[in-house]
């Protein structure tokens, strides 16, 4: 994935902006956590209902042309976006189930998940879906050969992993009474 | 409705024909049931998942246009088509979610149920909705004025009354295991 | 569909006022949208379980001589007024699952969509669907040849393509950051 | 109960015969297990989808003058035939919520399950259920104080435990290798 | 099922007094409803999980003797309490499956829906099974003979049925939009 | 847990011989895998729905005195058995959630672990449950110092090993065409 | 299970400190409950996601050797956690699907129950799971020979007994109405 | 992704050969149709739940620089290994959720589906989903610069409408009970 092409390589797609950007805000923080910039290495759009197929086919018809190098598409409710955007480009499409309540994600997952033997649809689900979607997208650009991006992908996980070491020691050395006290999380009943 | 127009009423889409059909015929032997025609009264189109959205638009697009007044959309699994041809035309669409097996109708039913709002999508399921969908497609031919159509389905209603009237009378009578027998219903172990 | 007769065209009735008409408002809200008056063209019953059955069969047998050319039925639970409806009457009928919980919804959802064949019920569900059951019963007018409400319709879409075009190039000038802010969308954590 | 009056006590009554027996009749078998008579004792209906609202409304609401003291009533799909029954007698009613496949038999569950407040109705499942159904209302005649009943039905008990003894000293004694291959159990891959 | 017996007809039992008792307390208004006095016609106990079997089973083994004729047992959770009052006693078992969460409910509606065939238990679930369950055991004293009950049931559905027509008249004549305001239930946004 | 004893030290008790054989049987299966014998190192008991509550009451009142060091305890449908098992002992018991359909499995699963606070149940579904429940309690025996057990383990899953080792290594060099016609594995249509 | 030994016996792994210990804090709830001793008798870690391949494993391999009789573990969302230190070590292992909402909580279950064939791992749920999880490997104690805590037991389940009986007295005497108010449990509306 | 490396650039594992090949196999079929080759361009590992842990941790760790650039791994039940694989390596994986049955592909889903945050995994399902992960990781190689895999891609695409387009065409012409019958799909009873 040649990230000096003049366009952005990340398209990030989403069925409706102020339903769906409370989750899909999520894939550009991982791409900003690898130092890549809103608007410069990627672009956010959202066609709403109203003017969504219109808009879907346009955008992925034209994506490859333009540079893009992956979409991520997001819809929530029946969630028609991801598999549409999907059926007309021959670009790499993740798509995320987005989640107001349990029943709804489901929905999402399952118009997402059942794409049609022909037609390829990764799928993620949720904010934390949406946040892998990103870093999914930035391992397929070191995939690609990016090896800028593959060196902040390691200081990233080895910042996690320093974190993660010493929260375990804490509570090993403290026990779990003590532990929750410090960090707050509330005592059981 | 006005029946009288030269291109059919009805327009029947499908998902894929090979896969769908089996459910989707369904709502022409409804329209069978009420004396209308193959390839008159109704007509029957499937794009498959490698034309759908081209196919799916141009049909909703132009459905008003051609004299179509109202459009039984099917399909299974993702279930895109009936949900992207109601966002394109102003004609009333039926979507039936097609079942090839409990957990994928599910998951169809969901793709028509959840549409969002401002995109009217009318959904039935299964084989028994297909042939609703047809009954309910006349429905609103007589609403709209046909009086011969009106005539045809209280003519179907009366023939299912006398049938059902007399079921009932024989099981009173004979009781259950007699019916069962002569109905060759089989016995419980 | 002759909107020019003295009685209501829109029948609205549900299961139980003060449960089910949060959501069934949303039936009248989009006729209004679209001009129509409440008690006028379309009126709202609501007999509640107690006096169901006898008030839901003479709403059903009446409604074609009535003038309805549409009832909208709603219930919530066990929800069998839709299909008591659509079984007394000639009139089409659109059911309107009510949803007070995902778990509730499912059920009266599959006391709709599970009519038995030869008995149509077109389904909807909570309140988009029940805002859609209303521009869907207008669509019926339409295609039986209202010119003046295909003309509301008509302008009602583009206001709601327009709002969603303006939006949608906000997202993409701005990036979503920004954006948020400006609506007042929540930020991640 | 008053076994003594002329006509039937227990009223079974069902969706559809033909769909419904299979299910249905287990509630006959258990009252013939306890030496009551078909067409004496206890009397079956049928009035199928096209006459439901008419002949349940009627079969309810004479079912006390007649002499029923309990109905048992079965439907799957939609199953609206008990809640109806239920909501136009004063006559204890028992639902049996008809299995065709798990997924339609929630189904029928949820639409009788769900009964609102003010319209009792006991709910059993599947063919067990209607067996059970039909046991539980010779309880009722016995808690009425039909003393005749009461020993018919500690009798079957007795059966049951004596034969259950058996088996499970079978099993003891030989294991489960032995006893699987005398009573023909199909032993592990 | 006679009243003038000295000890209650109606024997309520539950899992947990204080996790049962806010669905399980409306069994008795529903009695209430009808004139019965708590203490006097019918009693509440309940064992928890720690005397669980030992006082289900004593209580089960004891309650014909005692002159109880219908017992409604309450569960949540893994619900064993009526299924297992139901295998040990002659008397009628209503169950109620309890419900802190659509999760739970469907788990304790299981325990309770699933007895197996001869071990009858008729089935109930929430706050409104819990009330139905008690005007159902009062249809059983109906149709055992109580001519005192009967009055008094016919009187509760005559105060229900007067104010259903009366809220249904105040809908019809105001519209949805005036009634909603007069009842003071929420507009939609 | 010390082997040495008179009596068994596995007791296996299920719901019904018949039903729950063909799952329950793995457990022993397991138990014979570690080189250990039916009716002398473990007993296999069915009390059946019409002695259940007796028996498996006895069962667990008896089990720790009579030398038991676990109890594997299986179920289907509302699978009471387990949980009241569990109830009733001090000794450790594994409960088998025994799966006809995956309707009966989620709900007989439900019951084993909804457990309440208090009655601990360890729980496994199906017949690779069943095994496993066999193989858990082995490791129950090992961790109580048994060594003859431990030694039979360690070569247990070294043959298990061992084969997974070369199915890999052939797939791996021959490819998926070639592997699956050497194993029989129907080709993909 | 040899208590005396240096280290603890009782190992407690979850999948994220922060995340996890509101539910898994109740394990070593349930031991202290018996005198066992936080950091003594139990010990406590987490890895989290980014050390969780490293850690369990490193954990599982050296657990017998250490002196652990039995692992309890925790998970949430995919719960891989259970699973993996089952498959790489003999000691028993309990695993506890943790439970954020119902459809994580389904989620997290289904991680532990379907382990396969031959990798066994007993599941628990939430935290009343966690809490009998602990109940659960202390009887694995009692069960190996453990006297001490089996008095321990023994005292504690008599306490609840108690507890139980009297609020059983309490609601019996007073019937609900009074009962909840003394108790403060909230009047049904 | 460079294809002209010595080893092959897409990697497959699945938890099972025997039990997974059947779903599997449709990857490579995918990237067969775009004529890469079985153990030149593609590898394929099947490690078994015995070695599953050390297998797939080795497999995943020296991926990248054995010059995979996209893993598929595959899994039923519990499924971790895709899972696994995807936190141990920096290289893209896609998980292929395996069915042997609706409630155990569901299982599998959600142990795909729900990666924490910081751990991407893309998610497929079932045979079409093998197919569509094996499509999508050549759309992945097209984004990266192999022009030669964009025109087989093309190709393949070209073919699939064409067939489709006839398929359509026929329908229309013929109408269904004709088109039913030349394709041999079975009519409607």
Same mark, same amino acid.
């Given at each position: 994935?040649? %990230?000096e092409?003049?366009g952005? @390589?990340?398209?990030?797609? $989403?069925?409706? =902006?102020?339903t769906?950007l409370?989750t899909?805000h999520?894939?550009?923080?991982?791409?900003?956590?690898?130092g890549?910039?809103?608007?410069?290495d990627?672009?956010e759009?959202?066609?709403?209902?109203h003017?969504?197929?219109?808009?879907?086919?346009?955008y992925?018809k034209?994506?490859?042309?333009?540079?893009?190098?992956?979409?991520i598409a997001?819809a929530?409710?029946s969630?028609?976006l991801p598999g549409?955007?999907a059926?007309?480009?021959?670009?790499?499409? %993740?798509?995320?189930?987005?989640? @107001?309540?349990?029943?709804? $994600?489901?929905r =999402?997952?399952g118009s997402n998940?059942g794409m049609?033997?022909?037609?390829?649809?990764?799928?993620?689900?949720?904010?934390?879906?949406?946040f892998n979607?990103?870093?999914?997208?930035?391992?397929m650009?070191i995939?690609a050969g990016?090896?800028?991006l593959?060196g902040?992908?390691?200081e990233y996980?080895a910042?996690?992993?320093?974190?993660s070491?010493?929260?375990?020691s804490q509570?090993?050395?403290?026990?779990s009474t003590?532990y929750?006290?410090?960090?707050g999380i509330?005592?059981?009943k």
């Amino acid at each position: 994935m040649a %990230l000096e092409e003049t366009g952005p @390589s990340y398209g990030i797609i $989403m069925g409706s =902006a102020d339903t769906d950007l409370p989750t899909m805000h999520h894939v550009g923080l991982a791409l900003q956590e690898m130092g890549l910039q809103e608007n410069v290495d990627y672009e956010e759009r959202a066609p709403s209902v109203h003017r969504l197929t219109e808009l879907a086919i346009e955008y992925a018809k034209t994506a490859e042309a333009r540079g893009i190098k992956v979409i991520i598409a997001g819809a929530g409710g029946s969630a028609h976006l991801p598999g549409m955007v999907a059926s007309e480009t021959i670009v790499p499409v %993740l798509g995320v189930a987005i989640t @107001s309540s349990p029943d709804v $994600m489901n929905r =999402a997952l399952g118009s997402n998940i059942g794409m049609p033997k022909g037609k390829p649809l990764a799928t993620f689900q949720g904010e934390a879906g949406a946040f892998n979607a990103g870093l999914f997208a930035v391992r397929m650009s070191i995939a690609a050969g990016n090896i800028a991006l593959r060196g902040k992908y390691l200081e990233y996980e080895a910042r996690l992993v320093e974190q993660s070491a010493e929260r375990d020691s804490q509570l090993l050395a403290m026990g779990s009474t003590t532990y929750m006290g410090m960090r707050g999380i509330p005592r059981a009943k």
